[in-house]
């Protein structure tokens, strides 16, 4: 089968990668850019581990083909911190112990961090809706939308 090359922009830097056509975002992260923050739970969509942006988009990138990303722009759990300086979300999910095993957590918060981008006030109720699409099976999901709407109000500058 013919490798595509592909040339991207991942968590603000120019990559490129060989693919071939049936490999998944997911893979090419992973397994040819060496970025494995984002997991993948199901393979089919359902569970959220692997969420990335797409050139600003909430995507599972176990549904999006590598070659896709040619000349797009992803962000990954790995450009969430600014160097040693966590995210508020980051820093959040840490206080309000919003994490236990931590396979689901790139997930969650590339997927609340897209939220808060689109929307910096969110309701409780839409902050469960926007998270849907992330399943975790060790913390419950309280802990979860705490620390998404305390970051939130953070980043507003009220907390």
Known sequence: ??????TTIV???TVEFLTEPRETLLDCL???????????GCGTGDCGA????????LV????VLGVEAEGKKIETIEGM???????????KFIEHAALQCGYCTPGILIAAKALLADNPDPTETEVRYWLAGNL???TGYDKII?????AAAEMRGVA
């Open 1 to 6: 089968m013919t490798k595509h090359h592909v």
């Open 60 to 63: 599972s990138s176990c549904l």
């Open 136 to 138: 975790c099976r060790c």
């Open 30 to 40: 992973r397994d040819h850019l060496g970025l494995t923050g984002s997991k993948e």
């Open 146 to 150: 705490r620390a998404v709407m305390d």
């Open 50 to 57: 692997c969420s990335v942006t797409l050139d600003g988009v």
């Open 11 to 13: 968590n603000g830097e």
């Open 81 to 91: 911190a600014a160097g040693a300086e966590l995210h508020p979300l980051q820093r």
